[in-house]
């Protein structure tokens, strides 16, 4: 009997089991049923009702050491990690006398190369930042590809440029005293008056009053006098970046800048931070190089190189000289923490955090469970008007338009490199003098001496006619294009992809994408807006044709002069999801059919020139209004575009998908229809509430997207013997891990070790062995021991991974002994 | 004083009646509201200029602004690598371009003297126009709508608390000035100092003490998320969410307001007339209403007026606090941003609340205080 019950009890456990698993497998699309966003400005606030449980998320970084602590210090409470903020110290070159007066050491590369002594970053890390940051010493972020790739180089340069006050005042103090500068009571005098740095502190930022101080502090001990100006990013703006640095209103100005999605090429660095092509500002125009530093910045800028190898030369070049130039003194990359509940699983962009990738509701669960609800709260919401053509940009806005959206392609959380979403692969030709590679399988890379875009292709869009101009009307001589996208959509698109309101995608949702990329920015067109003109002259200068070659499935070629080293990048995956929304075309069309008669527009500096409301989609008094323009294209039969978009329409689309429109609206009570994992439920803007649901009919099943769960950060550990004889061969192992599991090799980039000898030097390296896997070994063979000094040295390991752009580090010390 | 104003004749308590003739009345008092309105037309227009040139800091205002668009479209520009393939006089052209769209939605291409009449036009007419920055909840530029949009939140909170206020307040004050020197009386007076604390203090300790530690009370917001789709659900989670703020701006004031009323009275009840009318031997609720209440009714009335007039800008740091949509930290928000159309429109209206109330309130006096005639060029 008691087996009986045992099997039986067995039995059921297994039949659950396997249920479980069942429900897992159909779960499509998002694991959750409901998110409801909240409006909460107080981070410390957010993260109190965190610890309590009124919010599962908080959507805005931390930044500040004691909510680290706190939450380090609660079990219940975890983060995820982003870096895409960092600070640096900006210079002013002019001088070394200000035409009005007065000395500015700053001119002298010597005295800025020598300001990376008197700064101690690892003070500002740890003091300033209490531990959120890390150490950055040139122009690339530390979380980025292109620092993994030159770890040798900028390694040996962050131990050369390590914090040394005596050096760097040894090198200022001769600098001075070139200048004509005499010390006077330890104080420098110039024209017998002691030397005065202004420093301009950005005072709306806690971090850069106190490294303003910290540096003020610095200079004053090496017998500068200070004065400290705290101005807002609104007073500074006018003396820093647009005031004329020669009038000698700043020797040094605390910068901050931000990247939202992670660097795949940091080449053009040089030339946008260093020399005068970087900005048309006066300080940027103020800024003279050397010859060598700029061609090679210039160079890299433009992409001068056929090789990566070539690359890797003048970037190691670059590097170095950026140190002795200096215009611009790296400080931090800044650190910021997404609370969450422990239990809630969800995918950040390794720089822009939570709210800025579409990965954070493609993944959030909570726990193993499946469906539910989850709160999430965020500083702000609903701050500006809802349109896909030029609606709100406000991060928090956006955070939750894109849950609601689909794209072609989905840069990769960890490493920024496009994966594909709504696409199936993509063909990319480049020109064969261009370096381009890839790295993923659904990308076909390959060269030609010469891309001739075909005749037919679409080059331009005829506004006043609308119709196309081919490639053979714009360039009757032919034209070619560095590179030529190829992108396969999947066979089932049409049925498996539907929008919200249950209207199936087409080939037209595309061809008005294509349309308004041109239209809108064009004179001649019956909704022309003056601020979509700019954007669509850039993009004119590098798209060379649009070739839509299969319909059903659909396939579409892109010509385009523009391409980025990874070919993934270098991909038009064209798709309607447009800057600011997803943009069915049934649903645009209303809002064209009203921009069209001036009853509202869909930008703001438009509505402010008609002096009309914005078109919000989502509530306000344009719901009214696009009610009226439903009502009039559901009547008329109204397509924007007509004759262009009819070949891609089927029969019976036009009114079906009005019809689908109307039902929606008078479901939701909004037209924020899209195709994303959730749907608009409801926007509450009085309230500051926005409640998204799943979308039941998503195709996706809801773990497709699970590797992105965390990032993969490898550990990294390295052991060897601490006592080297030189002239024999030392064997050091490193094991390379995540989650106490081997890191699988397939995954691993490089394995790259560094020998600095007893004077800081980088005496050898080179890259590990895989003897096993998550084990790499290297030997220090007899001539690199023999060339190595009695006394301490120092090894490094830095691992990079293929699935993470931040590299992993660790350290060891051995002796060298005869 | 030669200004138009409400005059007291007599001194020290009730003045014999003048008796004039019926269109000598009329014509007076038509006098005073001419010369009162001018005056307060003008105090309204001086007013709101002032406003106008301090929001905009004389006009240096527009330079920040066109660094900051410079600043901003630069870095687009800069970063962008599309445009940094451009040639730079093409990239500085094109950079050009943006800028001159955003000075001109701003109106920085016109001279800042100009725009600041324009305005004054349009905030003295009740033009308000569109706002520059900001947006109302539901994405409207209208001014109108930015500020009716949060006017209801910050209504039913203040309106709730401060009336609350009031009445507690009088009823106390009457209260207590009847029991002069017992345990409540001193009790109330020992309690008076802790109105030096503002509502907001007093709102981050209730937060702390019922939504963090015991867990009853939400900790902020106008209703629960997502609201309540039933309008009585929706009215309950709206009045659990005024609880605590509500109770922040009762306490942070009752105490000291009830002090104040009672000394008031204290004062009133202690004159003469007060003394005669008990020697008369009329009953304490009769003295109580003909010769303390009355006497005292204009300065209550008055404060009662200004009261509901400072309900319109509602309070920056509570509204903060405690989350609530309202006013307060629309008009926060608009003066951080500098928005000059919202900052003039808020202040306008009030400026025409203020000039209303002052005006009627001569009206008002002169109706529950014998002693108040209506009169230009007076002299108290």
Known sequence: MRNVKWFLALALAFGLALGSLAVAQERMGAWVDTIVATEEPDIDRGVLQLDIGVFDVYMDGVSRPDLKRLIDANEGIDYVQAAGLYYELSFNPVGPEFPGGGLNPFAVPRIREAMNWLVDRNYVVQEVQGGLGVARWTAFNSAASDYARYIEVIRAIELEYAYDLA??????????????????????????????????????????????????????????????????????????????????????????????????????????????????????????????????????????????????????RALRLSLEDSVRLWLVDRLSLYPKRAEISVAGDLFAGLPGTP???????????????????????????????????????????????????????????????????????????????????WVTLTTAPEIAVPADAWADWDAAEQ???????????????????????????????????????????????????????NEGSFIYDAAAAPSLRSFLSSFRGVKITSVDPLVIETYSDLYQLDAEQSITAWFPTYAFGPGPWHKLAIGILGESEEAFAFSSAKSDVLEVEQISYIAGPTIATLDRYLAQATASGFVPYAEAMAPYLADGEVAARYANLAAWKARQGHYWVGSGVFYLERAFPTESVVQLNRNPNYPDPADRWASFGVARVAEVEVDGPARVTIGDTATFEVSVSFADEAYPSVDIDQVKYLVFDGTGSLATSGDATLVAEGLYEFDLDASVTGALAVGSNRLEVAVSSKVVALPAFDSLEFVTVR | MADASATV????????????????????????????????????????????????????????????????????????????????????????????????????????????????????????????????????????????????????????????????????????????????????????????????????????????????MPFGGMVSSPPPPDPIDYALSLLKHLVLPVTAIVISAVFLSIYSYRTFFLIFASEDYVEMAKAKG??????????????????????????????WSGAIITETVFNWPGLGRTLYGAITVTDVPIIVATTVIYAYLLAVTVFLLDFVYAIVDPRVKLDVGGAM
């Open chain 2, 282 to 311: 009329l009953s304490s609720q009769a003295i109580e209403r003909r010769y303390v209440l009355r006497p005292t009714l204009p300065n209550i009335v008055t404060q009662f007026a200004f009261l509901i007039i400072t309900l």
């Open chain 1, 359 to 441: 990965f954070w509701a493609l993944t959030i669960r909570r726990g193993d469970d499946i469906g539910g609800r989850i709160d999430i709260a965020q500083p702000s919401m609903l701050t500006n008007p809802w349109n896909p053509i030029n609606g709100s940009n406000w991060i928090f806005d956006q955070s939750l338009i894109r849950a609601t959206q689909d794209y072609g392609v989905i840069a990769d959380p960890y490493t920024g490199l496009n994966r594909p979403h709504r696409i199936e692969r993509a063909d990319v030709v480049v020109r064969d003098d261009l370096p381009v590679g890839s790295t993923y399988d």
């Open chain 1, 467 to 521: 119709r196309w101009i081919t490639v053979g009307e714009k360039y009757p001589e032919g034209v070619t294009a560095l590179r030529k996208s190829t992108v396969y959509y999947p066979a089932d698109m049409y049925g498996s992809v539907a929008w919200h309101d249950g209207s199936p995608i087409s080939a037209a949702d595309f061809v008005l994408g294509m349309i308004l990329t041109f239209d809108r920015g």
């Open chain 2, 9 to 216: 004749t007599g001194t020290g308590g009730v003045a014999p009646r003048r008796r004039r003739g019926g269109s000598g009345s009329l014509a007076r008092v038509a006098r005073f509201t001419v010369v009162r309105l001018l005056a307060l037309f003008l105090t309204v227009v001086v007013g709101v200029y002032l406003t106008i040139l301090i929001a905009n800091m004389g006009g240096y205002v527009d330079e920040l602004r066109r660094s900051t668009i410079r600043e901003n479209v630069s870095l687009v520009v800069g970063m962008d690598p599309e445009l940094r393939r451009l040639p730079p006089a093409e990239r500085i052209e094109h950079m050009e371009s943006l800028i001159a769209i955003q000075e001109e939605r701003l109106g920085l291409n016109r001279p800042f003297l100009l725009r600041s009449f324009a305005y004054l036009g349009g905030a003295l007419t009740l033009d308000l126009g569109r706002s520059e920055f900001l947006t109302s909840d539901s994405g409207s530029r209208e001014v109108r709508l930015i500020i009716l949009e949060r006017l209801g939140p910050t209504l039913l909170l203040f309106a709730t608390g401060q009336l609350l206020l009031f009445f507690l307040a009088l009823l106390g004050g009457l209260v207590l000035s009847r029991r002069y020197g017992g345990w409540m009386d001193r009790l109330v007076i020992a309690l008076a100092p802790t109105s030096a604390a503002p509502s907001w203090f007093y709102g981050i300790f209730l937060i702390l003490i019922f939504s963090a530690v015991l867990g009853v």
């Open chain 1, 167 to 316: 050096k760097a005042e040894a090198v200022i103090s001769e600098e001075m005293e070139k200048l004509g500068a005499t010390k006077v009571g330890g104080v420098w005098n110039y024209g017998g008056a002691p030397v005065v740095i202004k420093l301009l502190i950005r005072s709306d930022s806690q971090e850069r009053v106190e490294i303003g101080n910290y540096v003020a502090v610095q200079l004053e001990a090496i017998g500068f006098q200070t004065e400290q100006n705290l101005r807002t990013a609104a007073e500074a703006s006018p003396i820093w970046i647009n005031g004329n640095p020669a009038d000698g209103l700043f020797h040094i100005y605390t910068g901050g800048w931000i990247t939202t999605v992670i660097p795949r090429d940091l080449g053009g660095n040089f030339a946008f931070f260093y020399t005068d092509t970087g900005l048309a500002s006066p300080l940027w125009q103020a800024y003279v190089n050397d010859p060598e530093f700029y061609e090679v910045a210039q160079a890299l800028d433009n992409n001068e190189f056929t090789t990566l190898a070539q690359r890797d030369e003048m970037i190691s």
